[in-house]
């Protein structure tokens, strides 16, 4: 077969350049095909098809085909890798903060891989740059930025988006670290409940994980105030520049909401005292709270849309701290969280669009780029190739929903999540331990017939006396956990996850929790009500470890 043969069937395999309604429909077809063979795998269970343990030893030894398959051969091979893939919108799928994506947001993942935009260059992108800048302007305006002033641009994930923040705070304090490297005088802060990634940036950045400063957080889980201000105090009576302060607007596990309104108080006080020739640059890592910023206008005291008053109370609770984000510098958002986009979907925000000519390229630099055009985002972003997917899947969002949308689907699995909390308190032997925190994530506890759950937490928290009890009753919620996983599996149950370290003991022991993370908008009552039964009947199976 010659080689001409062969293209012709490589240019099948490709959506045609010129309208040809003959291969488009077998295009549409071929889509529509991998489309009925993922429902084929769809059944009650809370995942496609039946759960497979992936044998990575026989993947390591995969090889390369020696000639062409057909698309129907291809798509066939790809459904297979869904086996076993939990389902996350399904209503008994409560593990971590992973939600479905709209039908929208998939067609504009889609539309946005159909033609492969690269959001570098308003060349290669044309008008999904204008949704790029829209979803920005959109962003800005519902968090309280200026969107004349503000600009930002969708990176490659939660992380990219506190880089980016931590490494424009860099800038600020050691001008010309881009070019001379970063200096050993700098350091960064954040909360222990923070999240993980500070220590990556803070490594990769040059700036050294040895200079990440961990302030310890509340029974809130938010950051401690005081001790906050005594390490900022102390880094700079010696000297150390303040790369950035790393504010937490909802934390993995706990959705804990760090004060940014006196963090940045804080900050501007200590300038003035220490009369800092730079300002400490603050990012607020909002990548799941960001979302709350719909209820910032909301009527509260007349609350139209009827939630129910646990509910109301814990909206207006993360508003009160969600509403400041407008005060710091730059902030984190993720659409693939709390905004029902697929992944990635991540978006800086930075505050004063001026905060980007710290990073940017010179054209010289970039001799084949830049000729045409006035949309030049990739001067100043870290990624050369950025694609159209997130801009497009957060716009089709934001076109969707609306304010009053985002608010319906937020104020819903709050609604769920505060119903699940009262169920658990319900109960004598299970205990919440972030009763007082306001997202959609429950962290609880459940412990053997005979312990009384009304004391033991503090007991256990406080007291090192308690630290073989501590340790005895994690156990047993791994016990508890294993039992209802395995029981999901089967079909019986929820499927909930496991945090290993909720947070420590003032003795510095890790708190095992169980957690129900609802992001789901087909999570109902007796969804919630079979999470509870389900650890209760694990109580009856698991031995009594007091």
């Given at each position: 077969?010659?080689?001409?043969?062969?293209?012709?069937?490589?240019?099948?395999?490709?959506?045609?350049?010129?309208?040809?309604?003959?291969?488009?429909?077998?295009?549409?077809?071929?889509?529509?095909?991998?489309?009925?063979?993922?429902?084929?795998?769809?059944?009650?269970?809370?995942?496609?098809?039946?759960?497979?343990?992936?044998?990575?030893?026989?993947?390591?030894?995969?090889?390369?085909?020696?000639?062409?398959?057909?698309?129907?051969?291809?798509?066939?091979?790809?459904?297979?890798?869904?086996?076993?893939?939990?389902?996350?919108g399904?209503?008994?799928t409560?593990?971590?903060?992973?939600?479905?994506?709209?039908?929208?947001?998939?067609?504009?993942?889609?539309?946005?891989?159909?033609?492969?935009?690269?959001?570098?260059?308003d060349?290669?992108?044309?008008?999904?740059?204008?949704?790029?800048?829209?979803?920005?302007?959109?962003?800005?305006?519902?968090?309280?930025?200026?969107?004349?002033?503000?600009?930002?641009?969708?990176?490659?994930?939660?992380?990219?988006?506190?880089?980016?923040?931590?490494?424009?705070?860099?800038?600020?304090?050691?001008?010309?670290?881009?070019?001379?490297?970063?200096?050993?005088?700098?350091?960064?802060?954040?909360?222990?409940?923070?999240?993980?990634?500070?220590?990556?940036?803070?490594?990769?950045?040059?700036?050294?994980?040895n200079?990440?400063?961990?302030?310890?957080?509340?029974?809130?889980?938010?950051?401690?105030?005081?001790?906050?201000?005594?390490?900022?105090?102390?880094?700079?009576?010696?000297?150390?520049?303040?790369?950035?302060?790393?504010?937490t607007?909802?934390?993995?596990?706990?959705?804990?909401?760090?004060?940014?309104?006196?963090?940045?108080?804080?900050?501007?006080?200590?300038?003035?005292?220490?009369?800092?020739?730079?300002?400490?640059?603050?990012?607020?890592?909002?990548?799941?709270?960001?979302?709350?910023?719909?209820?910032?206008?909301?009527?509260?005291?007349?609350?139209?849309?009827?939630?129910?008053?646990?509910?109301?109370?814990?909206?207006?609770?993360?508003?009160?701290?969600?509403?400041?984000?407008?005060?710091?510098?730059?902030?984190?958002?993720?659409?693939?969280?709390t905004?029902?986009?697929?992944?990635?979907?991540?978006?800086?925000?930075?505050?004063?669009?001026?905060d980007?000519?710290?990073?940017?390229?010179?054209?010289?630099?970039?001799?084949?780029?830049?000729?045409?055009?006035?949309?030049?985002?990739?001067?100043?972003?870290?990624?050369?190739?950025?694609?159209?997917?997130?801009?497009?899947?957060?716009?089709?969002?934001?076109?969707?929903?609306?304010?009053?949308?985002?608010?319906?689907?937020?104020?819903?699995?709050?609604?769920?999540?505060?119903?699940?909390?009262?169920?658990?308190?319900?109960?004598?032997?299970?205990?919440?331990?972030?009763?007082?925190?306001?997202?959609?994530?429950?962290?609880?506890?459940?412990?053997?017939?005979?312990?009384?759950?009304?004391?033991?937490k503090?007991?256990e928290?406080?007291?090192?006396?308690?630290?073989?009890?501590?340790?005895?009753?994690?156990d047993?919620?791994?016990?508890?956990?294993?039992?209802?996983?395995?029981?999901?599996?089967?079909?019986?149950?929820?499927?909930?996850?496991?945090?290993?370290?909720?947070?420590?003991?003032?003795?510095?022991?890790?708190?095992?929790?169980l957690?129900?993370?609802?992001?789901?908008?087909?999570?109902?009552?007796?969804?919630v009500?079979?999470?509870?039964?389900?650890?209760?009947?694990?109580?009856?199976?698991?031995?009594?470890?007091?």
């Amino acid at each position: 077969m010659t080689y001409r043969n062969i293209l012709e069937k490589i240019r099948l395999a490709f959506p045609q350049p010129v309208s040809d309604t003959i291969h488009d429909s077998y295009f549409i077809h071929s889509i529509m095909r991998a489309l009925d063979r993922v429902d084929d795998l769809k059944t009650h269970l809370p995942m496609l098809g039946d759960f497979v343990e992936g044998d990575f030893e026989q993947a390591r030894r995969a090889t390369l085909p020696d000639s062409m398959a057909s698309v129907e051969e291809v798509t066939a091979d790809l459904v297979s890798y869904l086996r076993g893939m939990t389902i996350f919108g399904h209503p008994r799928t409560q593990q971590n903060v992973i939600p479905p994506p709209t039908i929208p947001s998939l067609i504009g993942v889609l539309l946005a891989s159909l033609y492969n935009p690269n959001m570098a260059w308003d060349e290669y992108s044309r008008l999904v740059a204008l949704a790029e800048v829209e979803a920005v302007a959109m962003t800005a305006q519902l968090i309280g930025y200026d969107p004349e002033q503000a600009s930002g641009v969708f990176t490659f994930g939660g992380t990219a988006t506190t880089l980016y923040g931590v490494k424009l705070g860099l800038e600020k304090a050691c001008p010309g670290t881009i070019q001379t490297g970063a200096p050993e005088d700098a350091v960064v802060l954040v909360s222990d409940a923070g999240h993980y990634c500070a220590a990556n940036i803070a490594g990769w950045l040059g700036i050294g994980t040895n200079n990440l400063i961990t302030i310890p957080t509340t029974d809130e889980n938010e950051i401690d105030l005081t001790q906050l201000e005594r390490e900022v105090r102390g880094a700079l009576e010696n000297g150390k520049k303040i790369a950035a302060i790393i504010a937490t607007l909802g934390t993995t596990d706990a959705f804990g909401l760090d004060d940014l309104e006196r963090i940045v108080a804080l900050r501007d006080r200590l300038v003035e005292e220490f009369g800092l020739d730079y300002q400490p640059h603050i990012h607020a890592d909002a990548v799941i709270g960001w979302a709350w910023s719909v209820f910032n206008d909301y009527d509260f005291e007349n609350n139209p849309l009827g939630f129910r008053p646990r509910t109301i109370r814990a909206l207006a609770g993360a508003c009160r701290r969600i509403r400041h984000l407008s005060l710091a510098d730059s902030v984190g958002i993720d659409f693939h969280k709390t905004g029902f986009a697929p992944y990635i979907s991540s978006l800086v925000l930075v505050k004063d669009q001026a905060d980007l000519e710290l990073v940017i390229r010179h054209p010289e630099q970039m001799p084949y780029l830049y000729q045409f055009g006035e949309h030049r985002p990739g001067m100043y972003t870290l990624e050369t190739s950025r694609a159209g997917t997130g801009p497009l899947a957060a716009l089709a969002n934001f076109r969707l929903f609306g304010e009053e949308g985002l608010r319906v689907i937020l104020g819903h699995i709050v609604e769920m999540t505060q119903l699940l909390r009262e169920h658990l308190e319900g109960h004598e032997g299970t205990t919440v331990l972030n009763r007082e925190n306001f997202g959609t994530v429950t962290l609880f506890r459940a412990y053997p017939i005979g312990i009384d759950t009304f004391s033991i937490k503090r007991h256990e928290f406080e007291d090192a006396a308690y630290h073989d009890s501590l340790l005895k009753h994690n156990d047993y919620n791994r016990e508890i956990s294993e039992y209802v996983h395995s029981e999901a599996m089967e079909g019986r149950g929820v499927v909930i996850s496991i945090t290993d370290c909720y947070r420590r003991t003032q003795y510095g022991e890790p708190i095992v929790a169980l957690k129900s993370f609802i992001l789901s908008p087909f999570v109902d009552e007796t969804d919630v009500e079979m999470v509870v039964s389900k650890v209760l009947e694990a109580r009856g199976k698991v031995s009594g470890i007091c």
